[in-house]
C-alpha cells in the first residue's frame, strides 16, 4: 500500500513498553482527526481479508519499533507498517499533532482528498446530509381496513381444534425510524 492514500483499514498501535499517556495526551488529535482503531497487538490483523488495504500507525521508541514491524509483516505483509518512532514523548505528540494538522495521516501528503474533518474518517455509510423531517408520512393509510376471514375449524389428528382470527396484513403510513 502507498503511504499516499487512504487505506480501507486504519489501526493504531501504542508499543506495549509505553504508557497510557501516550495514546490519550500525544495522540490525542490525530486520534480525533483520523479515528484509528486501537489494538494492543496485532491479533486482529489476522481476521482482516488478504484484499482489503491496511494501515497500521505504530507509535513506538527505536528499541521495539523494529521488532514491531517484523512482526506485522510476519501476519500481515501487505500491510503498510506506519512507524512513529520517538524516544521523547514530547516529539512524538508534536509530529502527530503536525500530522493531523496538515492532513497527512502517514506523514506525506495524500494523493486523493480527504472527507470533512468534522465527520469521522469510518468505513460505515453515513446518512445524507439532508433527512425529511422526523414523522415524514410516505404513504397514505387507507380508509377503511378489510374485514377479517372467519376462520374454519380444522381438523388434526382427528379431532376439531378451532383456530385464531388471522389478521389481515396492510401497509403501515410510514417508516418506524421517522425518515426516509
Do not use: C, K
Amino acid at each position: 500500500m502507498r503511504p499516499d492514500l487512504l487505506a480501507q483499514y486504519h489501526f493504531l498501535l501504542i508499543a506495549p513498553n509505553l504508557g497510557a499517556e501516550w495514546l490519550f495526551d500525544a495522540a490525542r488529535t490525530y486520534w480525533e482527526r483520523y479515528r484509528p482503531t486501537v489494538i494492543p497487538d496485532f491479533e486482529l490483523i489476522r481476521y482482516i481479508p488478504p484484499d482489503r488495504t491496511i494501515a497500521i500507525t505504530v507509535i513506538a521508541r527505536r528499541d521495539i519499533a523494529p521488532q514491531l514491524g517484523v512482526e506485522l509483516a510476519q501476519i500481515q505483509p501487505l500491510a503498510y507498517f506506519d512507524a512513529v518512532v520517538f524516544d521523547l514523548f514530547e516529539d512524538a505528540r508534536r509530529e502527530l499533532t503536525r500530522r493531523a494538522n496538515q492532513n497527512q495521516p502517514f506523514g506525506v501528503p495524500l494523493a486523493t482528498p480527504t472527507p470533512d474533518p468534522a465527520m469521522p474518517s469510518i468505513p460505515t455509510p453515513r446518512l445524507p446530509a439532508t433527512r425529511p423531517p422526523a414523522g415524514f408520512v410516505t404513504a397514505t393509510p387507507s380508509e377503511t381496513p378489510p374485514p377479517m376471514p372467519t376462520p374454519e375449524p380444522q381438523a388434526i389428528d382427528g379431532q376439531m381444534t378451532e383456530t385464531q382470527p388471522v389478521a389481515p396484513v396492510t401497509r403501515t403510513p410510514g417508516p418506524i425510524t421517522g425518515g426516509s
